[in-house]
């Protein structure tokens, strides 16, 4: 069993969500834990007794639907407080942190799809794997689960996603309003005005490039507003 789990290594960075893999081997009366980040799936000191292989399996499949639901949330709150943030301020750090976010958030939801994926085919087999009837309820419980958590990566993805189209649509009117054959990116920015940054010394490199008629800087400008919001001293009303 290939299966996936939130990465404890990216807890020292609180701003990222990253994805690991666990190997389950089952066999007669053994079970093989295979780990990527060497961090123990479940407490095994602390286990308390069981009947089989099987049943310890289902704990650390349990594990890791629990540690995504508790991401998932983590994940909405570290949106909500961004977005705080941006109702004040359009910062470009902001705007990055939320770009990762929805990013590190794609990951989540294709590694808990992939998850149930799993689940599906363990129930196929579970009695030809000698599951019992205790077992059998177990994995329908951590279907549900999984299930759950795909709903809820999903919808936050959505909101995401939604979000951020509205806040770099004005970015995509600035290239349609330019006349210029090429537009240059630096490195790690893909493809977003806001993540570029084209030091002096990289723009004159451009500049001496064969072919290169003139080069010229392009900015873009995000500005917030509230819908709905009382109208402040002096403005005017329609």
Request: proline share 4%.
């Amino acid at each position: 069993i290939i299966w996936k789990r939130p990465d404890a290594r990216a807890d020292r960075d609180a701003a990222r969500f990253e994805v690991a893999s666990v190997g389950v081997f089952l066999d007669p009366g053994r079970l093989t834990v295979v780990l990527a980040d060497g961090n123990p799936p479940i407490d095994w000191i602390g286990l308390a007794p069981v009947r089989s292989p099987v049943t310890v399996a289902l704990r650390v499949l349990q594990v890791g639907v629990d540690e995504f639901l508790a991401r998932l949330r983590a994940i909405r709150r570290t949106a909500g407080q961004i977005q705080a943030r941006l109702s004040r301020t359009l910062d470009n750090r902001e705007l990055v942190r939320m770009f990762d976010l929805s990013e590190d958030l794609l990951y989540y939801v294709d590694a808990i799809e992939a998850n149930g994926v799993v689940l599906r085919r363990l129930r196929g087999v579970a009695d030809r794997w000698g599951f019992t009837e205790a077992d059998v309820a177990i994995l329908d419980d951590l279907l549900i689960d999984n299930d759950q958590a795909a709903r809820q990566g999903h919808i936050y993805s959505t909101v995401l996603g939604g979000l951020l189209d509205g806040l770099f649509l004005g970015s995509t009117g600035a290239i349609r309003a330019q006349d210029a054959d090429v537009f240059v990116y630096s490195g790690d920015a893909q493809d977003s005005f806001v993540r570029s940054r084209i030091p002096l010394d990289l723009r004159a490199e451009v500049e001496e490039v064969d072919g290169v008629a003139s080069v010229s800087g392009l900015g873009v400008t995000l500005v917030a507003g509230r819908v709905g919001a009382p109208p402040s001293e002096g403005s005017i009303d329609d």
